[in-house]
């Protein structure tokens, strides 16, 4: 503290004393002129705090009017003790405190100086009217000495005291943005500190002052074995760590990693350290996918290529030998078989060619209603029996021709789910399409994988169309998600840039 420095044998009172010429003669005019002024002290103060109260800037520091009148007394008081002393190491802690003081109630610097103009012009007007002519001018220049000396010590710890605290806002910024909670466990099991008592593992409750065991979720308490693994930390005086917890939070799949540290301290037996690792897990999952789907894609081209020419050769085979055969031939029923085997295994070839090298989108502006009106009649062709019906109308920023993919894809997916007569509705947009069948739905088991590679429940399908699909969409600034529709089967929802 600055109070308990030295400098040269001289305390830092004593060196500002010295430094300014504040001597027993200051002192005595002081206490000479204080009778005149106690009377006043009042006055004095309403004076102080009428012009503080209008200003806004110092103002906005007072919290209601029974405040300013406890701040009266202790003006008064102040008063009393600048003008009577004794200026000693007790008068110099107790102008110290009141710089923290400042500080820690926000008022800006620059009011300390103004308030103290202010103060110092009313005691000089007080001097000039009680005292004689001649001890007016040095009684004027001792209150101005000693209420510099005031006003030095006060900015001094107001300084550090306003250092403290943007030290200490900045340190609480970082751990609240910190992506771990540290929880201090006591003796009874309660939490008696915490850093980050509002997060999204601890809900909006307070923490502290909790049972740790309640404060924390109970699905991380029972997977994590959290009261004997504390156990176990405190028995041995070693750190115990869980390295993953997976748990299922509000139907949110959670991850974390826990640390359990043995402390001695009076306040607290146990440290308990908890990072969730969702994110981080999700993004690299997300990675893993997506190096895997570019593999994937370079060896479905690969197979592709070395598919497409045999098979074309096959097909061409076929078709020379069954022509060559004549109608009532009891072959001829065969090579048909085997010829439509052969274009379904050309029609896999070409998803492999779109999955593995997307065509490059040519975006312009799309009216969604006549793409979907196309979709419908060409596959209401082929599905009589199905209710097709599209409703709405809407413009997207996209490639025509891959949106037609997309929906000739999803709207033959939901007339197939049905297996049989149905309805099938498109909801149309500005960007959005969404495609709804009245079927059975996706089984929860499936929602997962409905969109990767090869995935099917058909026996037929090849598993790309909607990987396909989805690939498609991103590749135009938008996405195809699994969402809700007013009909209760599957509803799919393709969402594009708006025009």
Known sequence: MLSSERYGGMSPFDEMKSWIGFGPADEQRLRALLPFVRPRLRALSDVFYARI???????????????????????????????????????????????????????????????????????????????????????????????DMDLAIMTGTYVEGREAHQIATLQDLIVSHMPVTVLLIDEFGGVSAATRPGTRLFGDGEVVGRPYLEALPPEVVEAADLPARLERALTTGR?????????????????????????????????????????????????????????????????????????????????????????????KPVMEKVEQQVRRLDALVTDLLAFSRPSEPRISTVRLDEVTRTVVELVQRDHPLVSLRATGMGLARADPNLVHQILLNLVLNAVQALDGPGRVEVLLSDGHVVVNDDGAGIAPENLDRIFQPFFTTRTRGTGLGLAISRKAAVSMGGRLILGQGPLPGAAFVLELPTA
């Open 239 to 331: 750190e115990v760590t869980v390295p993953r917890v997976d748990v299922t939070i509000d139907g949110q799949e959670r991850n974390f990693r826990l640390s359990i540290v043995p402390l001695d301290h009076p306040r607290a037996r146990a440290l308990l350290h908890v990072e969730e690792l969702t994110e981080a897990l999700d993004t690299e999952g997300r990675l893993l996918r997506a190096e895997s789907l570019a593999q994937l894609g370079a060896l479905s081209a690969a197979v592709a290529h070395e598919l497409r020419n045999p098979l074309a050769g096959i097909s061409g085979a076929i078709q020379v030998i069954a022509r060559s055969l004549a109608v009532d031939d009891r072959r």
């Open 53 to 147: 109260l209008a200003h806004p800037g110092a103002a906005a520091v007072l919290k209601d009017a029974a405040q300013v009148e406890r701040l009266r007394v202790t003006l008064q008081r102040w008063t009393e003790e600048l003008l009577a002393g004794p200026w000693d190491h007790a008068y110099f802690q107790r102008r110290e405190r009141i710089g923290r003081v400042h500080a820690e109630v926000g008022l800006p610097s620059r009011y300390m100086f103004t308030a103290m103009s202010v103060y110092r012009h009313e005691l000089s007007q007080i001097a000039y009217s009680s005292l004689p002519a001649g001890e007016v001018y040095e009684t004027c220049r001792t209150l101005e000495r000693v209420t």
